[in-house]
């Protein structure tokens, strides 16, 4: 599986925002990766230094519209910590 196919997208809220200032990252990733290949993934991808990956199945959430119901898709997220003496990812500098 290659990098960019288990990194899907970065996950934005505000916890996740709190969080960058320490180095740690919030990735949307895929369901069947295990946190080697998305340690793996990140330093090849942005050129970092990983300590540690942590990572949540969500299940999805119900949802209604009018009548019909049904759930939003199950997603995995990893949250990432780089190491102290790693550089930043250039694409979260803007945004703290």
Do not use: H
Request: hydrophobic share 35%; aromatic share 8%; glycine share 4%.
């Amino acid at each position: 599986m290659k990098e960019r196919d288990i990194i899907i997208r970065p996950l934005l809220s505000e916890k996740s925002y709190a969080d960058i200032a320490t180095k740690k990252y919030v990735f949307v990733v895929d369901k069947n990766s295990n946190k080697t290949e998305i340690k793996l993934a990140i330093e090849k991808l942005f050129d970092v230094q990983v300590e540690s990956v942590n990572t949540v199945n969500c299940r999805g959430k119900l949802k209604r519209m009018g009548r019909n119901e049904g759930f939003t898709p199950n997603y995995k997220k990893a949250i990432v910590q780089l190491k102290a003496d790693s550089k930043t990812i250039e694409f979260f500098d803007s945004l703290s």
